[in-house]
């Protein structure tokens, strides 16, 4: 076989061949471009673009709000470019632990109490379902009101009476049953009504209902609807009572509101974090997915304040507390970097 060698006698041919090279060359440059697309400053986006979703509850209450601020503050982080990150307005906690068990979506807010139970598959779950805790946020404070007329004193007199626990299908009983029965009474002592905390200080006032168990971030809303409406009496927990609840619970803790805090509390009450609201996953999570966001959700804890207050939750002494759930190991591995991981504790 020949060789053939380009000369300036094959002018044509020299030239085509030329050409054939540069095209292959630039064919080539453009497939690696294509490869490897650059991101801002020059640096190169290996990762795909990801549809974050975080299960809240439905509008109006603290979880919609926090869970957006989150989501939110998360998304808009820089080194998040491949991150679209969305609240998802759900019926709350339960639904939430189903649909993670599904892989409908990627994190969610619970509230401790509840999960409590589900990983136990305690208390009328079907089962155990496998959550583990990302992030503790804000306490849920909670207690029973009345009105100062209703003759009722204590807990135990709540027996025979009509007392609002909260929205139907919403859960409370797991954090107002074992406060029942720690005082000697059930739900079958009185009588039950369902209904939101702004209709529950409706039913206060019209006297359809005796007492209500409402909470959540101290002040809260309906509490200072209903002290500033009428006189009110704040039913106190019994102290034997309230100190076995926390030993026996790891979602209950102490939680004093300051006199003051509400029209008529003139001295301070020795109240309940009933079950704080918890970001949780799946513990089939990626761990890397669960490490990232937790780093950003921490390390931009000042912007998520500036959207809502219960980011002030996002702490070294409480986010990596322990509501009675294990935490992720993308969590753990998080927080053992910032050097703020409670050794032994965030562990039941």
């Not at 583990?132 to 909670?142: D, E, G």
């Not at 739900?187 to 019209?206: G, H, I, R, W």
Request: net charge negative; glycine share 10%; charged share 20%.
């Amino acid at each position: 076989m020949t060789s053939f060698t380009p000369s300036l006698s094959h002018p044509f041919r020299f030239s085509t061949l030329i050409l054939t090279l540069l095209s292959l060359f630039l064919l080539v440059a453009c497939s690696q471009q294509a490869d490897t697309p650059q991101g801002e400053g020059g640096a190169k986006e290996t990762e795909k673009r990801r549809f974050l979703s975080i299960g809240t509850a439905p509008p109006g209450g603290a979880f919609f709000v926090v869970g957006g601020a989150i989501a939110q503050t998360v998304g808009d982080a820089e080194g998040n470019k491949n991150w679209d990150v969305s609240a998802e307005a759900t019926k709350g906690t339960m639904e939430n632990i189903r649909r993670l068990e599904k892989g409908e979506l990627d994190l969610a807010l619970a509230n401790a109490a509840i999960t409590y139970f589900a990983v136990r598959g305690e208390e009328g779950w079907d089962k155990a379902y496998d959550m583990q805790s990302v992030i503790t946020l804000a306490p849920n404070i909670a207690l029973f009101i009345t009105a100062k007329s209703s003759g009722v004193k204590n807990i135990a007199d709540l027996k025979g009476k009509r007392v609002v626990v909260g929205p139907a299908g919403a859960g409370f009983e797991y954090f107002i049953r074992p406060i029942l029965a720690a005082h000697g009474v059930s739900y079958e002592d009185f009588t039950p009504l369902n209904a939101t905390q702004t209709a529950a200080v409706d039913m206060l006032s019209d006297g359809s209902a005796d007492a209500a168990f409402l909470g959540g971030a101290v002040p809260t809303a309906s509490i200072t609807q209903a002290a500033t409406s009428q006189d009110i009496h704040f039913i106190p927990f019994a102290d034997a009572a309230r100190e076995k609840l926390i030993n026996d619970y790891p979602f209950f803790s102490a939680a004093t509101i300051p006199p003051g805090t509400y029209k008529g509390l003139d001295t301070a009450y020795e109240g309940l974090n009933v079950g704080s609201m918890i970001l949780i996953a799946s513990a089939k999570a990626d761990t890397d997915l669960i490490y990232q966001f937790t780093k950003s959700a921490y390390e931009n804890r000042a912007e998520i304040v500036k959207r809502h207050p219960a980011g002030k939750a996002i702490n070294p002494k409480n986010a990596p507390r322990s509501t009675g759930l294990s935490f992720h190991p993308g969590a753990v591995k998080f927080y053992k970097e910032a050097g703020i991981w409670p050794e032994p504790a965030g562990t039941p």
